[in-house]
Each structure stands twice: as C-alpha cells, then as structure tokens.
C-alpha cells in the first residue's frame, strides 16, 4: 500500500490552488486579489468547522511562497498552546525574522483563536502591530465575537458558510470517480443532510462507508454518521401525536439504541423534523419551545431518556387541547 492511499481523505483530496476550493466564492475572489499583488492585510477567518478556512490559509502560503512555503510559514493551533507564553516566544521568535524569497513577508497561521486567552489576545494585538513589516497574521475562529475588538480592527475579516448542497456533490463526485465507488443520488442527498455543510465530515463519513462496501447508498451513510434515518424519526414523532405513547416511546428508544444516539442527537433530529408532522403551524411553534427547554435540561445534567420522554408526552397533549 503506497503513502498516498493510506491516507486520511481530508488530507488527500485537501485543495491545492484557488481552483479546487469549492464554495466562499466571494472571500475567494478578494483573497486571490491580495496574492496576485503579492500584499496583503492580517486575515481573520470565521466560520464553522470544515468549511475551508484551514485550506484556504495553505493555498495562500503556496501560492505566495511556491516552493519554499513551509520556510515562511508557521502554524499554530490555539486551543493546544492558549497562553500569553506562546505569542510571547513561539510568534515573536518567528516573526522577528526577515522571510526568505521575493516574498517581503512571512505568514503565522493562528487556528482556533477564538480559544485564546483574553491576556494573550492582548500580547497578539501588541506583536501584530510591532512585527507588521515582516510578518502577517490569519487567523481563524468560529466565532468572530470571542476576538477582542482591538485584533477585529486589524484583521480583514471573512466570513465563511457551510458549503451548498451542489457544492458537497462536486466534492463526492471527484473522490468517488477516483476511489471507484458507486453511490446514488439518495446516498449524496443523506450524506449532504447528514455532514450540513461540513466537507470534513462529509469526506470522514464517505471513508468510513468506503471501508465497509463500495457500494453506497443511504441506509450505509446513516449507520456510519451514527443518525438515525428521517423516516425513523418522524414515525416516533407521528405515533406521538396520534397519542400512541407507548408505543412512540418504544420505537424512539429502538431508534436510539440501534444508531447509537445521544439523546441531544436525537432532540436536533426531532427538532429539524417538527415542521413536517401533521399538526397545525402554531401547535408546531409549541413543540419547538418545548424542545428547546428538553435541550436545555439535558445539557445542564437532566438524564436524557427521562427528557425524550417528557417532550413525547407533549407531542401527545398537543391534540388534546
């Protein structure tokens, strides 16, 4: 078995030029501007996970710097190294050095520095402003308000989106037609809605089915995201309300146990689920309060079965009054 073939599919089908990356068409365009004039402001990146931000950083670097990238760029994830002591040595060590090439600059990429203390986003602000001749900053977060004003005020700021559902499609389609899988169009649609927009989970996800056949359709892509399919879901839901309990409880609870799911999983599932049951507009908006509070309670230390079956009991009520 070669290197390439062993490895993880996020890594292998990682983009490598401005052309493979799918999705942020618009931040793509003004990012591709700032290489092309081979100058560029600090970069803060926000967006949820898997949606390009990381790779959008590594296209930067190689195409600024081509072959000589890895001497000119460091990266750093903030959520391992979170104290004031990282910027002060490890970024400070890097970015007092002149880079090498035709490139005047080199490029610190700061992943997840929403996760930083507020001390050491302080000592950032400090060193972005002291090392600016020799060195510029992305940074990357999923939420942009956990940054402190003063560093917003010195980044270009983009915002990335969960990828579209032709997006993912695109993606799906490359690594199928060269890992030789067959999947049909039910499967992309169930890996679509399973992954919402995450093209890392999706790529996990496809691998993982890869491993067991070659052969993918959606019941495959369910089992191995651990979700349980709409379907099953909504049957639970629909028992519910037609004031079966019991046997509403049973077939959640089967659900549950067969996929593996947590009861948050099943609340998020139940949730997106509300507005296709049978019941009229303002019974719904009724339901989704009160999965809403089940959320709530569980995440605050509420045993979960305890929770399901409450929020059962009032899809049950919701026809009574």
């Not at 089908?13 to 990356?21: A, D, H």
Request: with cysteine; charged share 30%; net charge neutral.
């Amino acid at each position: 078995m070669s290197f390439e073939d062993s490895q993880i599919w996020t890594e292998k089908y990682r983009p490598k030029s401005f052309e493979q990356v799918k999705g942020q068409k618009d931040t793509l365009k003004r990012v591709k501007a700032f290489v092309e004039q081979k100058n560029m402001p600090h970069l803060l990146f926000a967006g949820p996970p898997g949606v390009g931000k990381t790779t959008l950083s590594l296209v930067i670097v190689r195409e600024l710097f081509k072959d000589s990238w890895n001497e000119n760029f460091l990266e750093l994830n903030a959520s391992d190294e979170r104290g004031i002591d990282v910027i002060r040595v490890k970024v400070k060590d890097f970015a007092r050095t002149k880079a090498i090439g035709n490139v005047p600059f080199k490029i610190i990429y700061l992943d997840e520095c929403d996760a930083l203390t507020k001390e050491a986003q302080q000592a950032l602000r400090r060193t972005m402003e002291n090392y600016t001749k020799t060195c510029r900053f992305i940074l990357s977060c999923n939420y942009s308000s956990k940054i402190i004003d003063p560093i917003q005020s010195r980044c270009a700021i983009f915002r990335f989106k969960p990828l579209e559902e032709k997006e993912i499609e695109q993606i799906i389609d490359t690594i199928t037609k060269k890992e030789g899988i067959i999947i049909n169009a039910e499967a992309k649609k169930a890996l679509f809605e399973v992954s919402e927009g995450d093209c890392r989970k999706a790529e996990n996800i496809l691998q993982s089915c890869f491993a067991v056949s070659k052969k993918i359709d959606e019941n495959i892509i369910y089992s191995m995201a651990s979700v349980a399919r709409p379907k099953e879901v909504k049957q639970a839901l629909e028992l519910a309300i037609n004031k079966d309990f019991l046997e509403a409880k049973k077939k959640l609870l089967d659900t549950m146990l067969e996929y593996g799911l947590s009861g948050l999983d099943v609340i998020k599932q139940i949730q997106k689920l509300i507005w296709e049951v049978d019941v009229d507009d303002k019974k719904k908006l009724e339901l989704t309060k009160a999965c809403g509070e089940a959320e709530f309670r569980m995440v605050e230390g509420s045993d979960e079965y305890i929770q399901l079956e409450a929020l059962l009991s009032q899809f049950c009520l919701v026809n009574l009054n």
